[in-house]
């Protein structure tokens, strides 16, 4: 039995494929609609027939819908609910993917039309791939999903959006939007930031001097900048301070090999113990 | 046919025990022969009998061997080398697998007996685990060695090594030691201390909040402190100008977080050329 009839999805990338993916293989909603402002990702997705229907328009994508979740890049997020949200039913709930909450909570909250409720959300899982054909029905099985809820957000709203992403196969865990910004920015901006300078630093002469350690470390170079930048953008202040942390802890490494003997191991001890202790994948 | 009779792995680790298990799978030597300081190491190999013989003491497991591959700290390798070449036999040739390479060609290079020839070696190969149990037959295959003759190499004793790196699966490379330790500091040891840093800037009360992103970015820093000090303490002055690139790269990247909008998009451009350009895994 499916939790609800009717899914819409906006925008057509790795996530807004791998959520149409799991909701079908879950059968978490029986029909399964969606758009993208891009011809040619709605070209891909009827090819790729993990659609119910690809909908031209956001309009009709969203009218029938009970739940929508908007899969765009987080500078996109909140304009296209607004957009969004007058054509909605009664009862609809929209959701989002997105890698910073503050400004997009703070846009949408208490601005929709009465019984339209939104609830961010972000998915703890993707990859340096990106596109609809990457997408994957697995995507979220057992990954976090943040859910960020505003002062204006209805506790049966809050539920409704816990039970759709655990019936794509997350876990769900709550958190106010600002510190998930302020978290997210170490846990997940910051490598990001890092990678792409590590990955800026090499003279493409020494590509081939690299081994599996550079081409995991700098993975996440990989990317898509155009939805990078705007994560970077929203959440500026915060990747400020994660980036000033990371700096401090370099200038502890360049006094350690300037001569500090115990200080180098003692580094390198501490990072030992702290990605020893990080959650399994 | 196997090109050399007797085969000795001096230190029992992640890359002692697959140049050992390679050996064998590849048929590269007819008896391969193993010692560790550490006795525990030698009845792990004695155990997990990827050794014809787990010999006590190094003059025993070095005095019959045709090929000797030091597996060692690279603080070690030249002190083992030179405790073991009095012991060896008129045409054996030395080795190794140390992530730097000008200090020990520069210890070694025509300071053997005659007839005892060391030839360094990197092979580009290797994993945050370590310890003989993440040993593996395939751990070289198709990957570089890169090869760094002394001024005192003779041209018959680095065929000779190129010979037994690529009889393990490796490609062989050849270039100055000190040329070496200029592309690896910034190819292989900056990652390593990038990824500690960066393992070390998490709060713990945030470790749940990392997904895949963080956990490859800071993967290599679970890597033995033991094995990575002396790395960075032999290769300080090329990992501090390495250092110093990155930290350029940052200083852009927090340029750029402050305003300087075109160019936050031209760092993650520039990153993810860099990344794509990368040869495959």
């Known amino acids: 039995m499916s939790a ?15 959520v149409a993916l799991a909701a079908r293989r879950r059968r978490a909603a029986a029909r399964i609609l969606g758009t993208d402002h ?21 309009r009709p994508a969203v009218e029938p819908a009970d739940v929508v979740v908007f899969c765009a890049p987080v500078d996109a997020i909140a304009r296209l609910a607004l957009s969004a949200a007058p054509f909605c039913r009664p009862g609809a709930l929209l959701t989002d993917v ?15 039309p009465p019984g339209v409720d939104f609830v961010g ?28 809820p505003g002062p204006a957000t209805e506790r049966a709203a809050l539920e409704r959006a816990r039970a759709f992403w655990e019936s794509l196969g997350a876990r769900a865990q709550t958190m106010a939007p600002e510190e998930h910004d302020r978290a997210l920015a170490l846990t997940s901006h910051l490598p990001h930031l890092v990678a792409s300078a590590l990955a800026g630093t090499l003279p493409p002469e ?41 700096e401090g802890q370099l200038a502890r490494f360049r006094e350690a090999l300037g001569g500090e003997e115990a200080l180098l191991e003692a580094l390198l001890v501490e990072g030992k113990r702290a990605r020893d202790g990080l959650p399994p994948a």
């Open 4 to 18: 609800i009839h009717t899914l819409s999805v906006v925008g057509l990338g790795l996530l807004g494929g791998s």
């Open 38 to 58: 891009c011809p040619a990702a709605l070209d891909r997705a009827r090819e790729a027939g993990l659609l119910d229907e690809a909908v031209t328009g956001l």
């Open 98 to 112: 997105g890698s910073t909450k503050a400004r997009i909570v703070q846009d949408l909250d208490g601005r929709l």
């Open 121 to 148: 959300a972000h998915p703890l899982a993707g990859s340096e791939k990106h596109g609809l054909e990457h997408a994957r029905a697995d995507l979220f099985d057992g990954r976090l999903v943040l859910l960020t």
């Open 206 to 246: 020494w590509r081939g001097l690299t081994g599996t350690g550079f081409r995991d470390t700098a993975r996440l170079a990989a990317g898509p900048p155009a939805v990078w930048a705007p994560v970077f953008r929203a959440n500026r202040a915060a990747v400020l301070d994660a980036l000033g942390r990371l």
